[in-house]
């Protein structure tokens, strides 16, 4: 992920125009022509362009000037590489490969074109790019039908159709850009390194995509993730379509489809989705506008009943709530509205608001800010139809009178969302001038509202904190890599039943025991001895060709007697290799059959997908599986919370609670179940694909009744970085739990932090003093709310590092010290901070070591942070350890200090 010389596109203090122009004529002229208006603070050369009549403020030059921050290139696609690496070599920043619409170079020729600009960190927008903009410093070096103009919101997009339409629907509603982009080829910059840079722009409050495809999902997931957390990240994708997976093996690999897929990573980047242009533009203009921490419960106020019905109706259809309103607002209320206020709490706290046909407008006004004063809402949808006694335009303006002053009261910021019905744009000046969002229809601005709440939702989603996992779970890793390492050295790319016994029971997952037969006699004497403990038996066959049993009659039930079981077994080998000569048929399992009639059949499965790596799949498991098609998709890793909302996200879920004939079953056990799949993903790179189907869920234990593995062929081992980098999200850093040993010989355990340790770091904080909590955050620290917890201890381990040393005796959480690096991933600002009654043990000196050692191992070139220069005793140990030193130029107190990581020698 980086960054680096991104300042070369979008703030350039130089740009070079360079032909000869190989698109028509009026191509440069428009952009010369439109990059002219920068001259005031930008100097804009022309190269090779004959023949040309340039504006003023761009001058002609017959070389390269000097200094280049900016080059536009106009020339053949063929002498590119040489003309990229001449302008690398002169300290060019940024290359726009520019074209009027869509363009396809050899892949070939993009290669070298990467290759010219690698070693001096020149960075390439292009070709098929279409230009970029950034309003706010009037450089304008997009080809675009419009201009967009100056605002709050980053627009990148791949589809130059896409971006075009967009920027006219914006120009229309008067919604401006802090940049556009469109990408072209992405021979270098990508998705990912726009979202880092436009997330550290103070100019930018929500970050808009349109993405096809994604080339390194590490990188951009990490940081959507990131950027969520502060700004709205809205999403139109489009190419969906099946995934082709390694094999159609297994019930994964026909289930997992490209849109689930996207639909999971969005998810867990915080990424508000969007299906299509409308809904886009609905989310752009809300959300560009509006966003507010709460979202529970919403309120709606309208002066027709049908209208306040089509609202309500299309509200719960999108699954929001109505507000309950205390009856002092509903009092308030009461002048404004056709009947009178009833005290009944079953009859109209939640009901639709439905005011007076002649309301005035000052009316409406105040009837706004009484129900956005009441704390039980979250926001407001005002609907709106013309009437005899007041138009939409007096209706507008009422609107945005409320909508300003609602800006002006305390407390906790509402939502404020309008719908003119008929002629919207009657009412929408005012509307627009006060930032309120305004649509043409009920079901739009009810849909808009909704946007806001899933905005607010996925921002809580990120920062959710988990239950700990049971500390019994701890997985036999290497008993489970011994079990696949044998069947790959076999040549075998599947496990047999008694291996994928083994594989389960290795994580923990219950699974019924089996045992495997290669004939009938062999059978018989597996079911005498599974009938001394259970009465009847099951019998399947099994051959690595034929995966789904039940579509091939190679299932039998209840059997009672070894005779039985050796007939049943005796005619399933025989039909079997006669329906299916072909076939490989290796021989029979045998089961004790499960009694229990309450039981919930669930599927867990696990595949490999091309854009994001290993998926999992949870859904209403049996052998419709693939017909019911309730099942959802999630990414590794997974923790308890993640897991409970990923089983949520089924239709099975209503199930798990129980019914009047059924008890609830144990949806922890459940979840937890999904966490240790998660781990055999992490930690066994080996799986291609996994089926457990099903999975029994009863109402107090799992149980797998069946399933099966597919394994990565020899021939595609992967090597130790592609076993790194094959998740999408990185995964808990294992590797880095140590024993620290402190001067007097003391050992702790240190580990990375995790989300789940949110408790630990509340109780840390009690045992820290005043004082030096004050010096840690340069500012006195009262408020340890669940917010503050999270930023420190729900980490994107792709970017970020934390150690906690832990007291092995009782657990306690004696010190911590963190890492963060940045974009660019080359320098990294710490942090470090010990219990008050621990100071002088050593403790702040060895996690300092530690995060050092980290810093290296993880390729981070420096280490810097700030100090309060009063905080004698830390700059003493950033003294110790090598740090250059430095005062502030921002501010006398603070002392910067600086540790270029190769200058340290110290070890662990």
């Not at 005619?571 to 309450?598: C, F, N, W």
Request: proline share 6%; with cysteine; hydrophobic share 45%.
């Amino acid at each position: 992920m980086t960054i680096r010389n991104l300042e070369g596109f979008f703030s350039p203090t130089s740009i070079v125009v360079i032909g000869p122009n190989r698109h028509d004529q009026c191509v440069a002229d428009r952009l010369l022509e439109q990059l002219s208006t920068h001259r005031d603070t930008v100097k804009v050369t022309a190269v090779d362009l004959p023949d040309m009549v340039f504006p003023d403020g761009v001058s002609a030059a017959d070389i390269l000037p000097t200094h280049v921050d900016l080059a536009i290139c106009l020339g053949p696609s063929k002498h590119m590489p040489a003309r990229i690496n001449t302008l690398a070599q002169a300290g060019c920043k940024a290359v726009l490969l520019l074209s009027p619409g869509f363009e396809a170079w050899d892949s070939q020729l993009l290669q070298d074109c990467r290759e010219a600009a690698r070693d001096k960190g020149l960075r390439l927008i292009g070709p098929g790019s279409i230009g970029f903009s950034v309003p706010a410093q009037k450089l304008n070096a997009l080809l675009s039908a419009e201009a967009p103009a100056a605002g709050d919101v980053a627009f990148i997009s791949r589809s130059c159709a896409v971006l075009n339409a967009t920027l006219s629907w914006a120009n229309a509603r008067r919604i401006g850009f802090s940049a556009a982009v469109s990408l072209g080829e992405r021979t270098d910059v990508d998705v990912g390194d726009l979202i880092d840079y436009f997330a550290q722009d103070y100019h930018t409050r929500a970050i808009l995509l349109h993405v096809e495809s994604i080339s390194n999902p590490r990188k951009f997931l990490s940081a959507a993730r990131a950027a969520a957390r502060n700004k709205p990240v809205i999403a139109l994708w489009s190419g969906r379509r099946t995934l082709g997976l390694t094999s159609e093996r297994t019930h994964a690999g026909r289930l997992l489809t490209r849109e689930a897929v996207f639909e999971a990573a969005f998810l867990r980047a915080g990424i508000l989705r969007v299906t299509d242009l409308d809904e886009m533009f609905e989310a752009l203009e809300t959300l560009s506008r509006v966003r507010i921490p709460k979202s529970n419960a919403f309120s709606v106020m309208t002066n027709g009943q049908g209208l306040a019905n089509l609202a309500a109706e299309r509200f719960r259809d999108l699954d929001g709530h109505l507000a309950a309103l205390s009856l002092e607002t509903l009092h308030k209320l009461a002048p404004a509205c056709r009947d009178s206020v009833s005290e009944s709490p079953d009859r109209s706290r939640t009901e639709p608001i439905l005011v007076r046909d002649n309301l005035s407008p000052e009316g409406l006004t105040k009837a706004i800010g009484d129900v956005l004063a009441d704390p039980a809402t979250d926001g407001l949808l005002v609907l709106q139809a013309p009437t005899a006694t007041a138009s939409l335009e007096d209706m507008g303006a009422a609107i945005a009178a409320a909508a300003k002053a609602d800006k002006r009261r305390s407390g906790r910021k509402k939502a404020l969302v309008v719908g003119l019905i008929g002629n919207s744009s009657q009412g929408r000046k005012a509307l627009d001038e006060a930032k309120v969002p305004c649509y043409g229809t009920p079901a739009e601005a009810a849909r808009s509202l909704m946007h806001l709440a899933r905005d607010a939702h996925l921002k809580d989603f990120l920062m959710a904190a988990p239950a700990s996992l049971p500390r019994d779970f701890s997985p036999d890793v290497d008993h489970a890599r011994d079990v696949l390492t044998q069947a790959r050295a076999s040549g075998r790319t599947w496990l047999d039943p008694d291996e994928v016994v083994t594989l389960l029971e290795c994580y923990q997952i219950p699974v019924m025991p089996c045992r495997f037969c290669k004939d009938a006699p062999s059978a018989a004497e597996a079911a005498r001895e599974i009938l001394q403990k259970t009465s009847h038996c099951v019998v399947k066959v099994i051959s690595p060709d034929l995966p789904f049993k039940s579509q091939i009659d190679g299932v039998r039930l209840g059997l009672e007697t070894p005779e039985s079981v050796a007939s049943a077994a005796k005619d399933l080998l025989s039909q079997t290799r006669k329906a299916y000569p072909d076939a490989r048929i290796t021989g029979v399992t045998v089961h004790p059959m499960l009694e229990d009639r309450h039981g919930l059949e669930l599927y867990l499965g696990l595949g490999e997908t091309h854009d994001f790596g290993p998926a999992i799949l949870f859904g209403h498991g049996g052998t419709a599986v693939e017909d019911r098609q309730d099942v959802a998709v999630d990414l590794p890793p997974l923790d308890l919370n993640l897991a409970q909302a990923f089983v949520r996200r089924t239709d099975v879920a209503r199930l798990l609670d129980g019914g009047k004939s059924r008890p609830a079953l144990d949806r922890q056990a459940i979840a937890l179940a999904l966490v240790k799949l998660s781990q055999i993903t992490v930690d066994l790179s080996d799986i291609l694909e996994m089926d457990i189907n099903p999975l029994v869920a009863l109402p107090d234990r799992l149980v797998a009744l069946d399933a099966r593995v597919t394994l990565r062929p020899v021939s595609d081992t992967l090597s130790r970085k592609a076993k790194r980098d094959r998740l999408a999200i990185t995964p808990y850093p294992a590797e880095w739990e140590k024993t620290l040993h402190l001067r007097d010989g003391k050992a702790l355990q240190v580990r990375p932090v995790r989300p789940e340790d949110e408790a630990l770091f509340a109780q840390f904080f009690e045992r820290v003093t005043s004082e030096d909590l004050r010096l840690r955050f340069f500012a006195p620290v009262k408020d340890f709310s669940h917010r503050f917890l999270a930023k420190l201890t729900q980490l994107d381990y792709a970017r970020a590092m934390a150690f906690c040393a832990i007291d092995p005796d009782n657990g306690d959480l004696l010190g911590v010290v963190r890492l963060h690096a940045d974009a660019d991933h080359r320098t990294g600002e710490y942090a470090v901070m010990v219990r008050s009654d621990l100071k002088g043990i050593g403790l702040g000196w060895a996690l300092m070591k530690l995060i050092i050692d980290y810093a290296r191992s993880d390729g981070i070139e420096e280490i810097h942070g700030e100090v309060l220069k009063e905080n004698t005793s830390m700059i003493s140990v950033c003294e110790a350890l090598g740090f250059r030193i430095e005062a502030s130029p921002d501010d006398p107190g603070i002392a910067q200090v600086t540790l270029p990581v190769e200058d340290y020698s110290g070890q662990i």
